[in-house]
């Protein structure tokens, strides 16, 4: 494919990282200039140009702006009718992009994560499957919405990375205080975690992590005793709000 990108911000970087090795022909955005800088140096396959070259030379675009600045940039832009537009904005409908490529049409809403440019991520997306599937779906497991309010409580679950991973980071201090290699006391919990969810649904997980007096158990009674479930819960229902 010819896949342009406009924005090559953190999470685009990564997305052109995680398919720079899958032939495309890709031209970035010149804004952020350290990291189209960076993508060009490290892949052959990979060009900057402005932000109309980057349209004129792309059948597939992604856009990786946010939000709140897209309609004024896209606005000064000509899109091609027969222009595959992919939006990575999370806070910008199908719709709303829609509006803002004409005469193209948004053919997908997709989310990465960072872990993208590894491969192995989780991807969330509304609209084309077949095409995000055929540049990402590969290398990746790409989850496909229903609607914008699927999307929306999607949205406020994934949030979970941010305090699954400071645990995981505390624990991984509390052991490094314990022993002399911190660098192997973190690798050793985030293998452990990753390794442990990829494989086994959260239920048949605890279960199997149940038996009864074991340092697991005892700690996972432990910490819903302080709450954390609950706490869990109502931060995911505020976020629903809006709050
Ligand atoms: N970060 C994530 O994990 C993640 C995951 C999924 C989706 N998203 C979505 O992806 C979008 C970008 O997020 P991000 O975290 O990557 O933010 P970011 O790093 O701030 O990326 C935004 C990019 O837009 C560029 N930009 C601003 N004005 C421009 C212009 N006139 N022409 C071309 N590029 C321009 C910025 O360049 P300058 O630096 O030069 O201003 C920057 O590189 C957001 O809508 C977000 O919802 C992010």
């Known amino acids: ?20 090795g899958d032939g495309h ?3 970035v955005s010149e804004r952020s200039a350290a ?10 396959n990979v060009r900057v140009a402005g932000n109309q070259a980057v349209l004129d030379q792309s059948d597939t675009v992604f856009l990786g702006l946010l939000a709140e600045t897209a309609p004024r940039i896209l606005a000064a832009l000509r899109f091609r009718p027969d222009h595959r537009v992919i939006s990575l904005m999370g806070g910008a409908t199908l719709e709303q992009v829609g509006a803002m490529v004409a005469p193209a ?10 872990a993208i440019a590894q491969g192995g991520s989780a991807v969330l997306m509304l609209g084309d499957a077949d095409l995000v599937n055929s540049i990402v779906g590969a290398r990746n ?9 699927d999307l929306a409580a999607y949205l406020c679950a994934q949030a979970v990375l941010s305090p699954v991973a400071r645990m995981v980071g505390d624990a991984a201090r509390w052991l490094a205080a314990r022993s002399d290699d911190p660098a192997q006391a973190e690798a050793f919990l985030r293998a ?12 048949a997980l605890i279960e199997a992590l149940n038996t009864p007096g074991g340092y697991n158990q005892r700690l996972r009674l432990h910490m819903e005793a302080a ?5 869990l819960a109502r931060g995911l229902d505020r976020l629903e709000r809006g709050e």
């Open 35 to 44: 990291h189209a800088a960076g993508l060009a140096r490290d892949f052959a």
């Open 192 to 203: 452990l975690v990753a390794s442990s969810l990829a494989g086994t649904e959260t239920g």
């Open 105 to 114: 049409r948004a053919n997908a809403v997709m989310l990465p994560f960072p």
């Open 227 to 231: 709450g954390t479930g609950a706490a």
């Open 141 to 149: 497991q790409v989850f496909v919405l229903k609607d914008a309010q």
């Open 1 to 20: 494919m010819k896949i342009g990108v406009i924005g090559t911000g953190t999470i685009a970087t990564a997305l052109v990282r995680g398919i720079a």
């Open 25 to 27: 022909q890709i031209t």
